[in-house]
């Protein structure tokens, strides 16, 4: 008799508060239909605002911009083909035409970036929500932070005990970097102060 190849590892849910393992596309069977409600209701790319005049002015923008901000930010040289919102516009039209609120990312950028910062998620047919928009920022460039939420540590694919450098600060959304160079935006409230 031969020896049976090793068994894969299971992973957990990816619903960070969930203990089951994971069976398709990284979820439980628990937590599939609510993936499924999910992209029901986010619906089509035309219904969410992009549509041939995006089409057109994100042309335009990438004939502007042909490099990939984060593989540049790491001395890297990678061709963009996605115009991403920096902060994510969730149904605001204002900011989603807001050309100061667009980069240029490579399709391996972008997929990080949704998947981590803002998990695919909005909806067009849910009303966006305001909760802690009027909370104060009291972090400065250059401090380091530590994740404060299961958010962040899915997000970031950290542990506790990790420590990150804020790079930048627009409005309430906090840009750090990790190990890898690679860049990740979140709300404040998803951060904590390391203390001395």
């Known amino acids: 008799m031969g020896k049976k190849?090793?068994?894969r590892a299971k992973r957990p849910c990816k619903v960070s508060s969930c203990k089951e393992f994971a069976e398709n596309g990284g979820y439980c069977d628990q937590h599939q239909e609510r993936i499924r409600k999910?992209?029901?209701?986010?619906g089509t790319a035309h219904q969410r605002g992009y549509d041939a005049e995006w089409d057109k002015q994100r042309q335009l923008f990438l004939d502007e911009n042909p490099l990939c901000v984060d593989h540049f930010k790491r001395k890297l040289i990678e061709a963009a083909t996605v115009v991403d919102h920096i902060i994510p516009h969730k149904g605001d039209k204002k900011l989603f035409w807001d050309k100061s609120n667009w980069q240029a990312l490579c399709k391996s950028c972008h997929d990080r970036?949704?998947?981590?910062?803002?998990?695919?998620?909005?909806?067009?047919?849910?009303?966006?929500?305001?909760?802690?928009?009027q909370s104060l920022n009291h972090?400065?460039?250059?401090?380091?932070?530590?994740?404060?939420?299961?958010?962040?540590?899915?997000?970031?694919?950290?542990?506790?005990?990790?420590?990150?450098?804020?790079?930048?600060?627009?409005?309430?959304?906090?840009?750090?970097?990790?190990?890898?160079?690679?860049?990740?935006?979140?709300?404040?409230?998803?951060?904590?102060?390391?203390?001395?």
């Not at 998947?115 to 928009?133: I, P």
Request: hydrophobic share 35%.
């Open 5 to 7: 190849p090793p068994q």
């Open 113 to 133: 970036k949704t998947a981590t910062e803002d998990k695919g998620g909005w909806s067009y047919q849910q009303t966006v929500t305001k909760a802690n928009m």
């Open 139 to 196: 972090f400065e460039v250059g401090q380091l932070v530590q994740a404060a939420t299961g958010y962040a540590f899915d997000s970031l694919s950290c542990k506790s005990a990790d420590q990150f450098m804020i790079t930048a600060i627009v409005e309430n959304v906090v840009e750090v970097s990790d190990d890898d160079g690679f860049v990740h935006r979140l709300h404040h409230s998803h951060f904590k102060a390391v203390t001395p």
């Open 38 to 42: 999910k992209d029901r209701e986010r």
